[in-house]
């Protein structure tokens, strides 16, 4: 079993700066790539950033410039440095990623529960 646990969610003022992180833990023999997506009330889930195992960073563009993301590969872990926070980036962030394990063949997806954040005005 594999778990994506996330961290760092709180409410900021707009301006503001938040870091959060994802851990996933279990049966992990390699992770092709990580990301966070974001679900904000009455609209669907977006990508906001995403790293894969070479390095490659892609973002969402009205979050370019202001959001960092970043992977620990000792630790299983991706951080997102968020910062210039707009009410507009309040929602659920989710961390995502496409893991491999010894138990299974070729690679899944896997989500955390969310962590909140909201951004004041």
């Known amino acids: 079993q594999v778990q994506l646990v996330e961290s760092g969610g709180d409410l900021v003022q707009a301006g503001g700066s938040l870091r959060l992180s994802c851990v996933a833990s279990g049966n992990i023999f390699s992770i092709n790539a990580m990301g966070w997506y974001r679900q904000a009330p009455g609209k669907q889930r977006e990508l906001v950033a995403a790293?894969?195992?070479?390095?490659?960073?892609n973002y969402k563009d009205s979050v370019k410039g202001r959001f960092t993301i970043s992977r620990d590969f000792a630790k299983n872990t991706v951080y997102l440095q968020m910062n210039s926070l707009k009410p507009e980036d309040t929602a659920v962030y989710y961390c995502?990623?496409?893991?491999?394990?010894?138990?299974?063949?070729?690679?899944?997806?896997?989500w955390g529960q969310g962590t909140q954040v909201t951004v004041s005005s």
């Open positions: 995502n990623a496409l893991i491999s394990s010894p138990h299974y063949s070729g690679s899944y997806y896997y």
């Open positions: 790293a894969n195992s070479g390095g490659t960073t």
